[in-house]
């Protein structure tokens, strides 16, 4: 049997050396395995270097600039030798991976913008590029902050509502490509969040880790937990797959 450990985490800035040390260090220690960082802030290939070195794995990014976007898909050195990236853009990077039985996965790690038209287009984007990808031979995992909520009444814990619009282009995402919401499948009621801000408080759970319905038998745990140095907490989610070996034939 082998696991996958997967986390998404809006971290809202990696240029300081002693955040992203402090982040990474936090990732490696709790042996997560695929991680996607949205707002990383990454904007020269030297930076990736710099960087992947300090993770000690694989680094996958699409850059951004000094103040927004520049999103890393991190993979730790279990995954790196049997992963690649497939596609990537200002907003999304998509790569592929395999399980212990060699079945294909394809890790997408998004970060939604905060406009309701634009977010309306980011998710028929989204839904576009896991068109183009995906086959019937592989699994989903789609991972990030997607700047809105599922339900309204469910993951909006204090502010105003998101716009019925974007809250059902999300949906429609969810639906086209037949995918679990991780957390709200093992959590069922329960109300939570995953970005919040003071004076006033408000809070709301817009940061996801989405599933295949082929996945759904491997999934063991989803968890907001909370992060150092960012106003957004990650949702983490294990997996297991159970190794299966060829027996004798007729």
């Known amino acids: 049997m082998t696991s996958l450990r997967t986390l998404t985490l809006n971290v809202r800035g990696l240029k300081n050396k002693k955040k992203r040390h402090c982040i990474f260090n936090n990732l490696k220690q709790n042996k997560h395995d695929i991680i996607g960082l949205q707002e990383c802030h990454i904007l020269l290939e030297k ?5 992947e070195l300090q993770w000690g794995g694989k680094l996958f990014y699409s850059t951004g600039t000094n103040r927004s976007l ?3 898909t991190l993979v730790s050195k279990q995954y790196m030798d049997q992963t690649h990236c497939v596609y990537k853009d200002s907003r999304i990077i998509l790569l592929e991976t395999y399980n212990a039985n060699k079945q294909k996965i394809l890790i997408a790690n998004v970060y939604a913008p905060q406009s309701t038209k634009d977010k309306i287009d980011f998710f028929k984007h989204i839904n576009t590029i896991i068109d183009e990808y995906q086959t ?3 699994h989903l995992i789609l991972m990030g902050d997607m700047n809105t909520v599922i339900d309204n009444d469910k993951d909006v814990i204090t502010g105003q509502k998101h716009d019925d619009k974007e809250v059902k282009a999300l949906n429609n995402l969810m639906v086209n490509n037949n995918l679990i919401d991780t957390w709200r499948a093992l959590h069922a009621d329960t109300k939570e969040y995953t970005w919040c801000r003071n004076q006033p408080f408000i809070a709301r759970r817009i940061d996801y880790m989405f599933i295949s ?13 909370s992060m150092p140095l960012t106003d957004h907490r990650a949702v983490e989610t294990n997996f297991t797959f159970h190794k299966f070996t060829k027996g004798p034939s007729y």
Request: glycine content about 4%; proline content about 0%.
């Open 70 to 72: 520049g999103q890393i």
């Open 213 to 225: 319905h082929t996945l759904a038998n491997h999934l063991q745990q989803c968890e907001i937990i």
């Open 47 to 51: 930076e990736a270097e710099e960087w």
């Open 136 to 138: 019937d031979e592989h």
